[in-house]
């Protein structure tokens, strides 16, 4: 049921910040669903967003998937 008009001006910054609320919780649900059918945006808003030093130290035996940063004789 909308909000009838004159309780509307009676309570409008009442009103506009419930709007403002419900505005941005829609965004974010929408940008939510674009990021799980899409993986790869959430991880590269992620990446772009962590630190140096947020970075965790590699630990013994770890073998990167990238061939290129692989050392000689690691499978």
Excluded: S, T
């Excluded at 004159?6 to 609320?21: G, I, M, P, S, T």
């Excluded at 991880?43 to 940063?69: C, H």
């Amino acid at each position: 049921m909308p909000i009838p008009k004159q309780k509307y001006k009676e309570l409008k910054a009442y009103y506009d910040f419930q709007r403002k609320v419900q505005y941005n919780k829609e965004k974010l649900r929408k940008a939510v669903e674009v990021m799980l059918d899409e993986p790869e945006i959430l991880f590269n808003d992620i990446w772009g967003k962590m630190k140096e030093e947020e970075m965790v130290d590699v630990p013994k035996g770890w073998v990167p998937q990238d061939d290129k940063l692989k050392i000689e004789g690691e499978e």
